[in-house]
């Protein structure tokens, strides 16, 4: 297996515009996670995704955020609209339940 | 919220030394794990601790899990450069989420 797959890897959009990250869990996962990595706050856990049904959304930051997972194999973390306080390194990750979490290698997004 | 401290923050070492990182909570985590994250890279999970006492070794990193469960250190032995990265530990006190750290950036010089 690849493991977890996102793109792009990078992203720089103006403030004002709509952006949207891509993820692609491993096949059989049925755990899926969005983080945000930043200097000051660290690792922070944006959504979790239980067999593809929104479980815990409690990090999400506002209404400029939302997350789909429309099926097993694909999932969307969309900002609208993007802020410069929005620049950070989004992570998808998946698991099998209550287990081990793989990353995908990240989306640097800096928004200008 | 379950808050996890680390440190330190930054670590800048030469390459055989010895050092140890720690990682501090109030709160009681039903297990905590560390990962090792490199430049452009996701995390990766190196250990798992689930019993309050518990030491793991992973060739030259000992990881212990605090007798109350609310701490953890990680200590490496002869580092070596390729230890270099960001160290997080996570804390799991429910379903599959995870609390993080805000990490220890180590970097082990030759």
């Known amino acids: 297996d690849a493991g977890v797959i996102q793109s792009p890897r990078h992203e720089v959009t103006e403030m004002g515009q709509e952006v949207t990250l891509r993820c692609k869990p491993i096949?059989?996962?049925?755990?899926l996670f969005w983080y945000r990595q930043t200097m000051m706050r660290g690792l922070e856990l944006l959504i979790y995704?239980?067999?593809?049904?929104?479980?815990?959304d409690s990090g999400m930051p506002e209404d400029r955020f939302s997350a789909k997972m429309p099926n097993a194999s694909f999932s969307t973390l969309k900002i609208q609209p993007s802020e410069p306080r929005d620049s950070a390194v989004y992570f998808c990750a998946s698991s099998l339940v209550g287990q081990q979490a793989f990353f995908g290698q990240g989306t640097r997004l800096t928004v200008v | 919220t379950q808050l996890l401290e680390q440190s330190p923050q930054f670590l800048s070492i030469q390459e055989g030394e010895n050092l140890t990182v720690y990682c501090n909570s109030s709160s009681v985590f039903s297990s905590l794990q560390w990962y090792r994250q490199e430049p452009g890279e996701g995390p990766v999970l190196l250990v798992t601790?689930?019993?309050?006492?518990e030491v793991k070794k992973l060739k030259r990193l000992t990881f212990q899990f605090g007798d109350a469960r609310k701490d953890s250190s990680l200590h490496i032995t002869a580092a070596q450069p390729g230890d270099t990265g960001l160290y997080l530990c996570a804390g799991a006190a429910g379903y599959s989420t995870l609390t993080f750290g805000k990490g220890t950036m180590l970097l082990v010089s030759p």
């Open positions: 096949s059989g996962h049925n755990s």
């Open positions: 995704f239980n067999n593809n049904v929104p479980i815990d």
């Open positions: 601790v689930v019993t309050g006492g």
